[in-house]
């Protein structure tokens, strides 16, 4: 074996120079030359990007929790349990007070977790308690330092007793100042014998995806606990509201969490923990909170009456599909379909009409069903704003004066399913792989279709077409043009495909519901 003699320090100093040498393309350096170089190389690649962002990289979130953990608080709330409720779930399986906007979205993981509670009885819903009573835990955060907290709605729902605990284990009985079950916000005062610390509210809209996040909370009634993560999405629908519009973060949030707070970097809260995601019940890095310029206007307003006023419009609207879009002559598929207006509505007396397309809202481009649906709700009752629509392929203008939102339930879906049995022959051959029948007293009576619903019934389907619409559905409207046989439904589809039209617009009454449909005419 050949070895390198250590008497030959020049070799080491001469083979570096050339491989400098030659990834530099040029001839060896030396000397005074070889000084400049290695000095100019240097303060070019001092910080390269890599490092940049490391060192934007929190190396400790410990000066953080010491800063806003004493603003965030434990919440007990003791509810009177009803007798079927309780023999529904059994002793410790958990559940959410009847009307809780996330009672089914928790249901897949409350039946996996059975009766396996935490320590302290099952978080974020009831568990057992004396005298058929049953106790939920959640968390909280203090927004003034008079003793005004911030929790979830679904925390407290039904409380005959609320207790704050502080982070130095002081214990306080709170009251309900007002809650709001859309939002799923509650807004507690306690009465301290000194200001307690307090947290502000950040702006949500200027955080971004991708930002650092830290979250304090109750999981599973252990107190006190952090977690940090990063916003992982914006704008997330779950399913629980009228106005979701969720960050979704990959921060721990388990059981218990609901109703803490989410803090930017800053200290400031950027969202209220609300639920989670899980195949288990604990955190798989799904979480979801609400923005606080959501949240801060409901709990401004809860401060100030107790109450939460929203603007009422007075109309149903339905997602704009793709196919939709081809239908009506949109190049994208955006904005709010106007599937039904409410009689003696803002809408109705504005003069919007079934099949118009919201695109645009005081100014505001509506992209999607939430777009209406919050800007709606945030304007006050009273104001007067200018709507821009697609009605018969021309955009127009319609003045609107905007109402207050009555508490009464309001119809939500029309996506109801149920059997229709056997139809009769349908009196034309399938169009489009519907099967057609007109509407005589025979077919109403067994589909329970009342005389008030006019149009063409379906009563099946041919093969295994790929078609929006059900056996039982009523097709009342093509485009603006009523239907009252099933030879109206195939001359609309002729003069649509000779037309060139990908799509056909259908208004369709489903159960007494009416939404429109797009029929596809071409791949």
Same mark, same amino acid.
């Given at each position: 074996?050949?070895?390198?003699?250590?008497?030959?320090?020049?070799?080491?100093?001469?083979?570096?120079?050339?491989?400098?040498?030659?990834?530099?393309?040029?001839?060896?350096?030396?000397?005074?030359?070889?000084?400049?170089?290695?000095?100019?190389?240097?303060?070019?690649?001092?910080?390269?990007?890599?490092?940049?962002?490391?060192?934007?990289?929190?190396?400790?979130?410990?000066?953080?929790?010491?800063?806003?953990?004493?603003?965030?608080?434990?919440?007990?709330?003791?509810?009177?349990?009803?007798?079927?409720?309780?023999?529904?779930?059994?002793?410790?399986?958990?559940?959410?007070?009847?009307?809780?906007?996330?009672?089914?979205?928790?249901?897949?993981?409350?039946?996996?977790?059975?009766?396996?509670?935490?320590?302290?009885?099952?978080?974020?819903?009831?568990?057992?308690?004396?005298?058929?009573?049953?106790?939920?835990?959640?968390?909280?955060?203090?927004?003034?330092?008079?003793?005004?907290?911030?929790?979830?709605?679904? %925390?407290?729902?039904?409380?005959?007793?609320?207790? %704050?605990?502080?982070?130095?284990?002081?214990?306080?009985?709170?009251?309900?100042?007002?809650?709001?079950?859309?939002?799923?916000?509650?807004?507690?005062?306690?009465?301290?014998?000194?200001?307690?610390?307090?947290?502000?509210?950040?702006?949500?809209?200027?955080?971004?995806?991708?930002?650092?996040?830290?979250?304090?909370?109750?999981?599973?009634?252990?107190?006190?606990? %952090?977690?940090?993560?990063?916003?992982?999405?914006?704008?997330?629908?779950?399913?629980?509201?009228?106005?979701?519009?969720?960050?979704?973060?990959?921060?721990?949030?388990?059981?218990?969490?609901?109703?803490?707070?989410?803090?930017?970097?800053?200290?400031?809260?950027?969202?209220?923990?609300?639920?989670?995601?899980?195949?288990?019940?604990?955190?798989?890095?799904?979480?979801?909170?609400?923005?606080?310029?959501?949240?801060?206007?409901?709990?401004?307003?809860?401060?100030?009456?107790?109450?939460?006023?929203?603007?009422?419009?007075?109309?149903?609207?339905?997602?704009?599909?793709?196919?939709?879009?081809?239908?009506?002559?949109?190049?994208?598929?955006?904005?709010?379909?106007?599937?039904?207006?409410?009689?003696?509505?803002?809408?109705?007396?504005?003069?919007?009409?079934?099949?118009?397309?919201?695109?645009?809202?005081?100014?505001?481009?509506?992209?999607?069903?939430?777009?209406?649906?919050?800007?709606?709700?945030?304007?006050?009752?009273?104001?007067?704003?200018?709507?821009? %629509?697609?009605?018969?392929?021309?955009?127009?203008?319609?003045?609107?004066?905007?109402?207050?939102?009555?508490?009464?339930?309001?119809?939500?879906?029309?996506?109801?399913?149920?059997?229709?049995?056997?139809?009769?022959?349908?009196?034309?051959?399938?169009?489009?792989?519907?099967?057609?029948?007109?509407?005589?007293?025979?077919?109403?009576?067994?589909?329970?279709?009342?005389?008030?619903?006019?149009?063409?019934?379906?009563?099946?389907?041919?093969?295994?077409?790929?078609?929006?619409?059900?056996?039982?559905?009523?097709?009342?409207?093509?485009?603006?043009?009523?239907?009252?046989?099933?030879?109206?439904?195939?001359?609309?589809?002729?003069?649509?495909?000779?037309?060139?039209?990908?799509?056909?617009?259908?208004?369709?009454?489903?159960?007494?519901?009416?939404?429109?449909?797009?029929?596809?005419?071409?791949?």
């Amino acid at each position: 074996m050949t070895t390198i003699p250590s008497t030959t320090p020049n070799r080491p100093n001469r083979l570096r120079r050339t491989v400098a040498a030659l990834l530099l393309g040029s001839t060896v350096l030396t000397g005074p030359a070889l000084a400049g170089w290695a000095a100019s190389h240097a303060q070019q690649t001092a910080t390269p990007p890599a490092v940049t962002m490391l060192q934007d990289t929190p190396s400790t979130f410990a000066d953080l929790a010491a800063k806003v953990s004493p603003a965030v608080v434990n919440i007990a709330a003791t509810q009177e349990a009803k007798a079927e409720q309780r023999a529904q779930r059994g002793p410790g399986i958990p559940g959410f007070p009847p009307g809780s906007p996330f009672e089914e979205f928790f249901r897949q993981f409350q039946d996996q977790l059975g009766r396996n509670g935490g320590p302290d009885g099952d978080q974020d819903g009831q568990s057992p308690g004396p005298r058929g009573k049953s106790g939920a835990l959640g968390s909280g955060f203090i927004i003034d330092p008079a003793g005004f907290v911030v929790t979830n709605n679904h %925390v407290i729902d039904g409380s005959s007793e609320i207790t %704050v605990t502080l982070q130095d284990g002081t214990a306080m009985p709170a009251k309900v100042i007002g809650r709001d079950a859309k939002t799923d916000i509650a807004l507690l005062k306690v009465e301290p014998k000194t200001p307690l610390p307090s947290v502000d509210w950040a702006d949500s809209d200027k955080t971004r995806v991708g930002d650092w996040v830290m979250a304090v909370g109750n999981p599973f009634g252990l107190g006190g606990t %952090v977690t940090k993560g990063i916003v992982s999405a914006r704008g997330r629908d779950i399913h629980s509201g009228p106005y979701d519009d969720y960050f979704q973060l990959d921060a721990a949030i388990n059981r218990g969490n609901s109703g803490g707070p989410t803090f930017d970097l800053a200290g400031r809260v950027i969202g209220i923990n609300t639920a989670i995601y899980s195949p288990n019940g604990g955190s798989v890095g799904i979480g979801f909170a609400i923005p606080s310029n959501l949240a801060k206007d409901v709990v401004a307003q809860l401060k100030e009456s107790g109450k939460v006023e929203r603007g009422w419009l007075g109309v149903k609207i339905q997602e704009v599909t793709p196919d939709i879009a081809d239908s009506v002559g949109l190049p994208a598929a955006k904005g709010a379909l106007v599937a039904d207006v409410t009689a003696d509505s803002p809408a109705q007396r504005a003069g919007l009409r079934q099949g118009d397309v919201v695109l645009s809202y005081a100014g505001k481009p509506v992209d999607s069903l939430r777009d209406l649906t919050r800007n709606v709700a945030d304007t006050k009752p009273g104001g007067t704003v200018e709507l821009k %629509v697609l009605r018969g392929g021309r955009e127009t203008a319609v003045q609107v004066r905007i109402e207050r939102l009555s508490e009464q339930p309001q119809v939500a879906s029309a996506d109801t399913d149920g059997g229709t049995g056997a139809g009769p022959q349908a009196e034309v051959a399938p169009v489009k792989g519907l099967k057609l029948a007109p509407l005589d007293p025979a077919t109403r009576k067994r589909l329970g279709i009342g005389d008030d619903v006019q149009g063409v019934v379906v009563v099946g389907l041919s093969g295994s077409v790929d078609v929006p619409i059900r056996p039982g559905d009523v097709i009342e409207r093509i485009g603006d043009a009523e239907v009252k046989s099933p030879a109206d439904v195939r001359r609309h589809v002729t003069e649509a495909e000779k037309a060139g039209q990908k799509a056909l617009l259908m208004l369709i009454n489903r159960q007494g519901n009416e939404s429109f449909v797009a029929l596809k005419l071409k791949a």
